[in-house]
């Protein structure tokens, strides 16, 4: 399967980025390149960022333990029936 950059689609750019098993198959499949990569994660770093300053302002805690994340991941899993 080919693996093309969704984003780069999105911008009208060829966007392969490699192929990934099985090989014969000629379909597509998407992923995302190193570069788009790198401008997704600089956005959730500012999205996070605005929160944890926007909590402090309000006066309130931005706290999450593992076990916090882990009950929410087991939540969404159940709700997709994973």
Not at 26 to 51: M, N
Not at 59 to 66: D, F, K, L, M, T
Request: one cysteine or more; charged letters at 25%.
């Amino acid at each position: 399967m080919t693996v093309v950059c969704s984003w780069c689609r999105y911008e009208g750019l060829h966007g392969v980025i490699g192929e990934k098993a099985p090989f014969e198959d000629r379909r597509e499949t998407h992923g995302i390149c190193p570069s788009h990569r790198i401008e997704v994660r600089a956005g959730w770093t500012e999205v996070r960022l605005d929160r944890v300053h926007s909590a402090q302002e309000a006066g309130g805690y931005v706290v999450r333990s593992a076990a916090h994340l882990w009950g929410e991941l087991r939540n969404l899993s159940r709700k997709a029936g994973l």
